[in-house]
């Protein structure tokens, strides 16, 4: 059997399953006839390291994946990009290859560059743009193009220019499906996959005009609809790719984190600053980021990175150039500090579901430049500010740009097999499910080290 995974970045099951549900007649025929429900996604329930995670069956530690850029070797400012010469770990096409079988593959991140396959590969949103070699094999360029013009990896969803985002946001998802019929019609295959990255945009650009309980929801306004257009549209090229494919092709819709308003954003390296874990010489007295602020390393402890997690990192004598925190005293600083966190408030004293991770913890085997903690400030619902400057913690908008949901640790999957007929199950499963569900689905075994469970054999199927 073949398989077709539909990777739609971002997407929420309370949106796809319930609130547009009657919008979307080609994603509820697959969820009649197959199963369905809530995808729990990795930690971090962020982009990178997730699709990564769902393709590979690994975590995030063994993958040494924690997010889109990292910081190299304890530096304090020295950072590299996640890109996929990094990846050392076999993911399901490296395993489809073994057993001679072709992958077609459009947008999964991170691949760029592009990397060798058995079949052919377009790469993700960090292609730096179409000057860039973005195919295997690199022939399949000149194909593209001929097909669509100028290929559109992502748009600048940071603006206040909704209009034009929305006009890219609509250009770049017709072109992916132009290229992805294609492909289809013109290449042999035995998985095929694409993530569209379009709907994680469409979310943090226009998530406040639609959700009535978002805190800068403006009843009336003329966006209001935006959010449902997109996924009905979205819904309509599914079943334009659904119709080309036989009944010997199961098909497989993945989100790989679900996503929620956003309720501000918390200024962790201020709050760090308050406590007495960063020190500055001078404090900024407009938005810096900390890597151009005067920062008393020597007599820092701690110090955090933003983004929709916060990565914070303690200054360990022998380990960062001028550590302070002794090697004997490092579990003793990192659980008070674990304590002060889970402790913080909202801005009206209200409480938290802050959820406060060890990497070394978290995970059986962690590789690369992780992080001491990982943060999930209010469960998510508070975006992580990494900039300090302010005489608030509380900021009510994103300090890096116009930014309207946070991400939700649930998204959503839909398995169709048109050789048997689920009747509309709902199941939740863990991201980690699906690339054994697809070897299961082909008929091959799972490596022993790929974690997760085909999601057949949880049915008995």
């Not at 077709?4 to 979307?24: M, N, V």
């Not at 400030?377 to 400057?389: E, H, K, M, Q, V």
């Not at 199950?425 to 690339?435: G, H, L, P, S, V």
């Amino acid at each position: 059997m073949k398989a077709l995974i539909i990777g739609l970045d971002c997407a929420s099951p309370e949106l796809a399953f319930d609130k547009l549900q009657t919008r979307l007649p080609n994603l509820g025929r697959l969820r009649e006839n197959g199963i369905y429900g809530k995808l729990k996604s990795c930690i971090p329930a962020i982009t990178i390291p997730a699709w990564l995670v769902m393709m590979t069956g690994k975590t995030p530690g063994k993958l040494g994946l924690y997010g889109f850029r990292h910081r190299r070797v304890y530096s304090y400012t020295d950072i590299w990009i996640a890109n996929s010469q990094k990846i050392s770990q076999r993911a399901l096409w490296d395993i489809l290859k073994q057993a001679n079988k072709k992958s077609c593959l459009v947008g999964v991140p991170p691949s760029y560059p592009p990397f060798e396959v058995n079949g052919n590969l377009i790469s993700c949103f960090i292609t730096p743009g179409i000057d860039k070699e973005y195919t295997y094999p690199p022939k399949l360029k000149a194909e593209i193009e001929n097909v669509v013009g100028e290929y559109m990896f992502d748009v600048e969803f940071r603006t206040e220019e909704r209009d034009v985002l929305l006009s890219q946001l609509y250009e770049m998802t017709r072109r992916r499906f132009e290229v992805i019929k294609y492909l289809l019609k013109t290449k042999d295959w035995d998985l095929l996959m694409f993530v569209e990255i379009g709907i994680d945009r469409i979310h943090h650009a226009f998530w406040r005009f639609s959700d009535k309980e978002h805190h800068l929801y403006q009843p009336g306004n003329r966006y209001e609809n935006v959010i449902p257009d997109y996924y009905h549209y979205l819904d309509e090229r599914i079943g334009e790719v659904l119709s080309l494919v036989d009944d010997d092709t199961a098909s497989l819709v993945v989100s790989d984190h679900g996503a929620k308003r956003m309720k501000g954003a918390f200024c962790v390296n201020e709050w760090l600053a308050k406590q007495g874990y960063l020190v500055l010489r001078s404090k900024p007295t407009t938005k810096t980021s900390l890597e151009k602020a005067d920062v008393d390393w020597a007599k820092t402890k701690a110090w955090g990175w933003g983004g929709y997690y916060a990565r914070i990192f303690l200054n360990v004598d022998g380990r960062e150039p001028q550590g302070i925190i002794k090697p004997k005293d490092y579990e003793i600083e990192r659980n008070k500090l674990i304590n002060k966190l889970e402790n913080i408030a909202g801005p009206n004293g209200e409480k938290w579901q802050t959820k406060v991770f060890k990497p070394d913890k978290t995970f059986d085997e962690y590789n690369g430049d992780w992080p001491d903690l990982m943060v999930y400030f209010d469960d998510l619902s508070w975006r992580a500010a990494g900039t300090i400057g302010y005489d608030t913690l509380y900021l009510t908008e994103n300090d890096t740009g116009p930014d309207d949901a946070v991400h939700a640790e649930d998204g959503m999957f839909i398995l169709y097999n048109p050789r048997q007929d689920y009747r509309g199950t709902r199941m939740d499963n863990d991201i980690m499910d699906i690339a054994p569900t697809i070897l299961d689905l082909m008929g091959l075994e799972a490596p022993q080290d790929m974690k997760g469970t085909s999601i057949l054999s949880k049915l008995g199927k």
